[in-house]
């Protein structure tokens, strides 16, 4: 959920006392751990989104996005006032994109600029039927739309707002690269398999193969930033981080890891042998574990509880 063009940062507003910074370099103090929309009840008594985004900053701290659309309209720009507006944060917590409440989709960037996407980037469909994604470095944002109509994928300059390729509705796009430049999806074969496909930020076919059951059952997969090895995290009796080489079709290493409690909403390649990890518990509690390929080694980069009010929100990634 992100992007936007030259508008200054005197949009965010700041609101809360700073708390102790608690991160690695790559999320700094002055970085945005996640992005949360407020629950109110309507007069039946269920929740709805309501208020402004908050952006809750690594050291505790508070700003809001007053020009994003909070509540998702439908194509014919009507409320959804159940589902909230899509919003994505990079994995560097340094952009954040969003729909605007003018309708157009935009990247922001934190301390800095707007970039404005063109008015017709993304075909006319409910903001509740479009995903955003973000590169780890916020530089490339992905818009996904899941309508009864089959669209493509759309890849966009962050920096520019220009359009720089698709990816085919047929697939299931996973995420970028851990450098941004190709980006991983699944698609469904004629053999009732799944296969994996790699492409390059302009949507050419890089890679596509048949990946072994143990990659394929096991989602979600993460592609390094050599765009051909995918890692993945296999759970049963024991947990192992398995990588896998598209371009050999052959399993490349398997490290058996010890994690914290919590169900995997994020894996992403933060370094050549780093694998990051999002484990969600409950619906409120977040750990992020940085895990070493080479050796296995797992270790907790933060913790973090979400607003108790939240109705949504969206962690950073990597």
Known sequence: MRIVPLLTAALLTLAAVPAAAQAAPHHGHDSIRYASVKGCPDKDG????????????????????????????????????????????????????????????AVRVLGGGLTLLPKDALPRVAQNEVTLQLSDDGARLAAVVQSDKPADARIFDTATGALLGTVPADETLLGFSGDGDEVLSTIDSDDSVTDLVVRDETGEQLVRVTPPQVVAANGPQALAGDGHTAAVVIRGK?????????????????????????????????????????????????????????????????????????????????
Do not use: N
């Open 46 to 105: 269920a929740s709805r989104p309501c208020g402004q985004w908050r952006l809750v900053m690594h050291d505790g701290g508070r700003m809001t996005l007053p020009d994003a659309q909070v509540v998702a309209l439908d194509a014919r720009r009507r409320p959804i006032v159940t589902s909230p507006a899509p919003i994505a944060v990079s994995g560097d917590g340094q952009r954040v994109a969003y729909f605007t409440k003018a309708g157009r989709p």
């Open 238 to 318: 024991k947990t192992e981080l398995l990588t896998y080489d598209l371009a050999a079709d052959e399993v490349t290493g398997r490290k058996k890891i010890k994690l914290p409690d919590g169900e995997i909403s994020m894996i992403d390649w933060t370094g050549d042998t780093q694998v990051t990890l999002h484990l969600v518990s409950g619906s409120s509690r977040m750990t992020i574990v940085q895990i070493d390929t080479g050796t296995g080694a797992v270790r907790v980069r933060d913790r973090y509880t979400v607003l108790k009010d939240s109705f949504v929100f969206a962690a950073c990634g990597g």
